[in-house]
Structure formats: C-alpha cells, structure tokens
C-alpha cells in the first residue's frame, strides 16, 4: 500500500521560509524519482521540483534559487525548504512520484492528502 504524508505547511508572510516534509512508504520511495507539486485555488496542480534516486536535482524556473528540494534515505523522506517565499506560492503542497499518478480516478489513492502553505503580503 502506497503512503505519503506530507506535513510543514503554515501561514508566513512574504519574505519568511518554511520547510516541508514527506513520509513516503518505503518500497514506493526506493523505485522512484519523487517531486514535490502544489496546487493553487482554481488552478490545476503543476510541478515544483524534483529530485532523482541519485540525487540530481530540478526545480521549474518560478522556484529556481528560493526552493531546495532533498531526499533522506534512511527515514524515505523528501523535503523542500522555501525561502523567501512570494504570495504565489500560496496553495496545496503534495509530493509524488514521478511521472506522477493521475489526480483522479485510479490514481487518486496515491496522493497524500498534501499541506497548506499560505504566504500573505
């Protein structure tokens, strides 16, 4: 059974940091390359960052030198640290495999419920 328990999120203002966590079930987070995602109200989800099984690291250009994406093997954990966080970045935060499961439908079951991040100005 496949489980990711995202946690971190909270209410800062702009300028402040935050740190995200995902527990994510071993075998699940040993076969994958994982991603974080977020998702904004009235917007479709879309990627953040992501992070291979080796390491290698990419992040879309809107978080490109504020978010640090990492991974802790031992625990199965990935994290992304926030700096200097903007009001757009405001939303839903989920981690993922990736190529991710579809948001509905049979895929739904392997999303985690996600954490509220929600930066005001």
């Known amino acids: 059974q496949v489980q990711l328990v995202e946690s971190g999120g909270a209410a800062v203002q702009a300028g402040e940091s935050l740190r995200l966590a995902c527990t994510v079930s071993?075998?699940?987070?040993?076969?994958?390359?994982m991603a974080w995602f977020r998702q904004a109200p009235g917007k479709q989800r879309e990627l953040v960052a992501r992070i291979t099984t080796s390491g290698e690291v990419k992040y879309e250009a809107f978080v490109e030198g504020r978010f640090t994406i990492s991974r802790d093997d031992a625990t199965s954990t990935v994290y992304l640290q926030m700096d200097n966080l903007k009001p757009d970045d405001t939303g839903i935060y989920y981690c993922?495999?990736?190529?991710?499961?579809?948001?509905?439908?049979?895929?739904?079951?392997?999303w985690g419920p996600g954490t509220q991040v929600t930066v005001s100005s």
């Open positions: 993922n495999a990736i190529p991710a499961p579809p948001t509905s439908g049979w895929g739904a079951r392997y």
């Open positions: 071993r075998s699940y987070y040993n076969n994958n390359d």
